[in-house]
């Protein structure tokens, strides 16, 4: 199992910009792959981008492919979200997922789940 706790998320406004950063600890960072999710009031959890066990490959939702980012960094047991040009519609709360399957071409969310953090963009 994997403990994972996410930060950074909070209030912002429209085309600003937000870093989530999730934290792992137990089984060995660096041979899973991990993703964020988000889950806003009312619709399902969604995928939002995925990275790889080595950082070579990452995915993106169409909602989000050119404004944000997915990095790693296995030296320090994190994954980060970069959130620029961001919307109203990007309102979420943000999880961090990890032990998922890396299809290569697409990530399947595993069974390691954070607590989530708020991001909430104002109009």
């Known amino acids: 199992q994997v403990h994972l706790v996410e930060s950074g998320g909070g209030l912002v406004q429209a085309g600003g910009s937000l870093r989530l950063s999730c934290a792992a600890s137990?089984?060995?960072?660096?041979?899973?792959?991990l993703g964020w999710f988000r889950q806003a009031p009312g619709k399902e959890r969604e995928f939002v981008a995925a990275?790889?066990?080595?950082?070579?490959?990452?995915y993106y939702s169409d909602s989000v492919k050119g404004r944000f980012t997915i990095s790693r960094d296995n030296a320090e047991n994190m994954v980060y979200l970069q959130m620029d040009s961001l919307k109203p519609e990007d309102t979420a709360v943000y999880y961090c997922?990890?032990?998922?399957?890396?299809?290569?071409?697409?990530?399947?969310?595993?069974?390691?789940w954070g607590q989530g953090t708020q991001v909430t963009v104002s109009s």
């Open positions: 137990g089984r060995a960072f660096s041979a899973y792959a």
């Open positions: 997922n990890a032990e998922g399957t890396d299809s290569g071409s697409y990530y399947y969310a595993g069974g390691s």
């Open positions: 990275i790889s066990w080595s950082g070579s490959r990452t």
